[in-house]
């Protein structure tokens, strides 16, 4: 173990924060959307800089994820699905080690985090009002349509709001900026357009305005949006029999018919059957490891059977949690348990921001993003580096 200059920990630790929020850039290609950048650094960040101790909080994830793979992995076949789906779990644990070894020595400044999300602004601004393929050189599986939203840095339009919203995060806990809460909004809203990632920001914000609220208006908060969507219900036909307006009768539809929006958005369609069929599938084998290989076969069966699923990729499980219990079972579970454990200890420091992470990223990782996302090691690094007073 190297003991170094606090700069030298910076240097370490900005380039780590770079590769993991920038993780579609390709310098050598890589037959995956997210580039392995972020993954090879940490181990680099753990060779030089760690005792090999495992962070506290992971004896859980390492015993029934990382040292059962191999055994789920021979039994399913040691093939290159194999490969990539372990290097997705390993991925996650040194991001999340190396995070943690960095952030207890310095932090990233607010300077460096902004320049970050001005970044992916500026891109995302050239190529809804400029040039549509601005960038597209450098970003590893870039595709969209002239119909979506643009994409920046990212390889479609859902990836790029993924992105926001974990930035979002980060200034939730971190940095509290309002310039990068309103970058952000816009990136979503106006430049990505992704239904799925909207809908989250929605949960976003109303989930840390829970949060923020005493216990009282917490319940009356929660309450809300069935109230909500009652009256809504009652009021909108009546509305919409009156009136021409196109945004009202699409209103009107998605309040009706709040599911048939996922069956009309092919992303929305996509993401959605990830985290039906992976929990169907993790079920109907009694919880027992479904392995690696069989996800491509199972859902495109079950797609193919369905009258609502009709548009799915049959690549990695698009769902932290999801993936985790289909291929490894109830064995799983441990990946839930460790990421909220680790937010459980560390509630003396997080204050209301626990109740926020609890809401708000269970939800996320349930549906959006896979588990070899770096900024998810890069936030569960951070958390594990905050005092438990």
């Given at each position: 173990m190297i003991v170094a200059d606090k700069k030298i920990y910076l240097i370490f630790l900005k380039v780590l924060?770079?590769?993991?929020?920038?993780?579609?850039?390709?310098i050598i290609e890589f037959p995956t959307d997210t580039q392995p950048y972020a993954f090879v650094f940490?181990?680099?960040?753990?060779?030089?800089f760690s005792d090999f101790k495992a962070p506290k909080y992971f004896q859980l994830y390492i015993y029934f994820i990382l040292l059962f793979a191999p055994i789920v992995g021979i039994h399913s076949g040691l093939d290159l699905i194999f490969i990539r789906s372990f290097v997705g779990y390993l991925s996650f644990f040194t991001i999340s080690w190396a995070a943690f070894i960095l952030f207890k020595k310095v932090e990233i400044s607010k300077n460096l985090f902004?320049?970050?999300?001005l970044i992916w602004f500026f891109v995302g601004f050239i190529q809804l009002f400029l040039w549509p393929q601005f960038g597209s050189a450098l970003v590893s599986g870039f595709r969209t349509t002239e119909e979506r939203g643009v994409v920046s840095l990212a390889p479609e339009p859902s990836y790029y709001g993924i992105v926001c919203l974990s930035l979002l995060i980060f200034n939730v806990l971190i940095y509290r900026s309002n310039l990068v809460y309103l970058l952000c909004f816009v990136q979503i809203v106006i430049f990505a357009q992704s239904f799925m990632i909207m809908a989250y920001l929605v949960l976003f914000i109303y989930f840390l305005v829970v949060a923020k609220s005493s216990v009282t208006k917490r319940l009356l908060l929660l309450t809300l949006p069935f109230v909500a969507f009652y009256l809504l219900s009652v009021l909108f036909p009546v509305i919409e029999s009156e009136s021409e307006s196109r945004a009202l009768?699409?209103?009107?539809?998605?309040?009706?018919?709040?599911?048939?929006?996922?069956k009309l958005d092919a992303s929305a369609n996509d993401r959605l059957s990830h985290i039906y069929f992976s929990f169907k599938g993790a079920f109907e084998n009694?919880?027992?490891?479904n392995g690696f290989a069989k996800w491509s076969q199972y859902?495109?069966?079950?797609?193919?059977?369905?009258?609502?699923?009709?548009?799915?990729?049959?690549?990695?499980?698009?769902?932290t949690y999801g993936s985790a219990l289909f291929e490894f079972g109830i064995l799983g579970l441990s990946l839930p348990m460790t990421i909220n454990y680790v937010i459980y200890k560390k509630r003396k420091n997080l204050k209301s921001n626990t109740i926020f992470l609890f809401l708000f990223l269970n939800l996320f990782l349930l549906g959006a993003i896979p588990l070899a996302y770096p900024p998810l090691g890069v936030l569960i690094g951070y958390l594990l580096s905050l005092s438990e007073n």
């Open positions: 924060f770079i590769t993991a929020f920038f993780p579609y850039i390709r940490s181990l680099l960040v753990i060779a030089l902004t320049i970050i999300v009768k699409l209103l009107s539809f998605v309040v009706e018919s709040p599911f048939q929006v996922f009694f919880l027992l490891p859902i495109t069966q079950q797609v193919q059977a369905s009258d609502f699923f009709w548009w799915f990729s049959s690549g990695r499980i698009m769902s």
